[in-house]
């Protein structure tokens, strides 16, 4: 017997008799495969979010609308939904030029992550902290923040933006801040209107208005999505 | 033994070891996945935490608490036990729910996230940048927490505020740090840690240590205070004494090195 008959004999003797230790073993690295791809799937999410925010700071219009699918939604505060990446474009060219100009500024922070993969990988949904500092040639520079509830999907082992709705909280002139200060958020634009209304009816500071949580409770395992809306006088919702 | 015969028993007898080995790496994989695991999801109860904190959902914030979790925010003393913790934002804070006028904002940013060796305690700083209706804010935050039947909790928030400010700005503003019967309701335990905030100076110890070093970074612990004046001066004396630490009842632990 060679020497490589006997490794050979040796190596079906040692894949032979551990067979259980072999099926769980196999087991275990496709459950952490699992757990790891869900991990790199939120940091892939992570990075698409920011990466929109990079792009729509300096009015790199075409190339944020290009992160959403075909069908993706794009809403920002009342202005109205915008659908697929064509009209998205366009409609960014509200906040400025392609390439914004001179006087403008469009800082939009992508912060603060909550970000839920569904189990099966293909679909992701996410809550982000956005702080605003804008400007508008002859304007006066704006604070601002605001809350994006974004939802996503793997096509072609790419994460995507199907659905990005950014609801700003408050905006306040930069001098005089939220106690001598407080602009309304734009509506729906006579120039290029949107695809379809806006989804929710709501008023920024001072009015009070909880974008819905669009993930459960971490420890009760519990719905989010349900918490009463604050009374607004003005749109009369909450009022009992 | 022929040198054929050795070949193949040292094979067959490391075959077992082999598969040994291969579970024993597995065990060590697991130990790290588990680990980015739960340091995510620290992470994610500190910025969950601050999305409640937004809206005034005192409810589903006490709910991130285990039982016999603690809080102390800024100089209003401890409260002891997740009742107390609803108890205490909804006495001070008012009932749960957002308010027309008001804004809360306490973004949560720069976690640093750790976890113990048995994966069963973890530790985050981290800061909340606050944009409210009445100013700015800046605490900070060292944070504990426990995995309960797998469910990571806030066992203990300590949350030291660094600075506030109305809407003057902090050029020309600065609030006092709060104190234990500053408003209602009372604390269970009186604070932890007597400190000023800016303009004067307080430094929350460290969980963990320098990463580079290795050491752990002590701050003063008989005098901290500001740096309002030219080092040796008397008014830079006085500061430097303001705000002494008293044996803090809740010490901040630093998790045992791999």
Same mark, same amino acid.
């Given at each position: ?7 050979a004999a040796a190596l079906m003797l040692c894949l032979a008799v551990p067979s259980f230790a072999q099926v769980d073993l ?8 699992? +757990? ?14 920011? /990466?929109?925010?990079?792009? #729509? ?35 960014? %060219? ?16 992508? %912060? ?14 996410? +809550?982000?902290?956005? *702080?605003? *500092? ?37 905006? /306040? ?23 379809? @209304? @806006?989804?929710?009816?709501y008023r920024s500071f001072p009015g009070a208005y909880i974008p819905p949580f669009n993930f459960d409770h971490p420890v ?16 009369? +919702?909450?009022?009992? | ?16 070891? #082999?598969?040994? /080995? ?6 060590? %994989? ?58 205490? *934002? ?63 909790? #806030? ?7 660094? *600075? ?10 600065? %609030? ?67 705000? +002494? ?10 998790? @045992?090195?791999?």
């Amino acid at each position: 017997m060679s020497a490589h008959r006997i490794i050979a004999a040796a190596l079906m003797l040692c894949l032979a008799v551990p067979s259980f230790a072999q099926v769980d073993l196999a087991g275990r690295v496709a459950a952490y495969k699992q +757990r790891v791809q869900l991990i790199e799937d939120q940091d892939a999410i992570e990075n698409l979010q920011a /990466t929109y925010g990079y792009y #729509f700071d300096k009015g790199l219009w075409d190339q944020a609308a290009a992160l959403f699918t075909r069908t993706g939604r794009f809403e920002y505060g009342q202005r109205g939904v915008y659908v697929g990446p064509a009209r998205i474009q366009k409609a960014m %060219l509200l906040f400025g030029p392609q390439g914004l100009a001179a006087g403008h500024l469009n800082t939009h922070m992508m %912060l603060q992550p909550y970000i839920v993969v569904a189990k099966d990988g293909k679909t992701a949904t996410a +809550r982000w902290q956005g *702080m605003m *500092m804008l400007s508008k040639p002859g304007a006066n520079g704006v604070w601002g923040v605001g809350l994006t509830n974004a939802d996503y999907v793997k096509e072609a082992g790419i994460w995507k933006i199907s659905s990005l709705h950014f609801y700003v909280t408050a905006q /306040t002139d930069y001098d005089l801040g939220f106690t001598k200060s407080a602009l309304p958020v734009e509506g729906p634009s006579a120039l290029f209107p949107p695809d379809n @209304p @806006p989804t929710v009816q709501y008023r920024s500071f001072p009015g009070a208005y909880i974008p819905p949580f669009n993930f459960d409770h971490p420890v009760t395992g519990k719905p989010l999505k349900d918490i009463p809306e604050p009374v607004d006088t003005v749109t009369g +919702r909450g009022a009992k | 033994m022929t040198r054929q015969a050795f070949i193949a028993a040292l094979l067959l007898g490391a075959a077992p070891a #082999f598969a040994q /080995t291969a579970e024993q790496k597995l065990d060590a %994989l697991d130990t790290r996945i588990t680990r980015l695991e739960d340091t995510n999801q620290i992470e994610r109860l500190q910025r969950l935490y601050g999305y409640f904190v937004d809206k005034g959902q005192w409810t589903q914030l006490s709910e991130l608490f285990a039982d016999d979790a603690t809080l102390e925010i800024g100089g209003k003393g401890l409260f002891v036990g997740k009742k107390r913790v609803l108890e205490y *934002m909804q006495t001070a804070f008012g009932p749960d729910g957002a308010r027309e006028g008001g804004l809360a904002n306490h973004m949560q940013f720069q976690p640093i996230a750790d976890v113990s060796t048995d994966g069963k305690t973890g530790w985050i700083r981290s800061r909340a940048w606050v944009m409210s209706s009445g100013g700015w804010g800046l605490p900070l935050y060292e944070d504990e927490f426990v995995k309960e039947n797998g469910t990571w909790k #806030f066992k203990r928030e300590s949350g030291p505020f660094t *600075m506030y400010s109305s809407w003057e700005g902090w050029g020309k503003n600065a %609030l006092n740090n709060t104190w234990p019967d500053k408003f209602n309701p009372a604390p269970d335990l009186p604070p932890s840690t007597i400190y000023l905030t800016y303009p004067a100076y307080y430094i929350i110890p460290f969980h963990y240590p320098n990463p580079v070093t290795g050491k752990v970074f002590m701050p003063e612990t008989d005098e901290v205070g500001a740096y309002a004046a030219p080092p040796g001066t008397p008014l830079q004396e006085k500061w430097r004494k303001t705000g +002494r630490l008293v044996n803090g009842s809740q010490p901040i632990y630093t998790p @045992p090195k791999d």
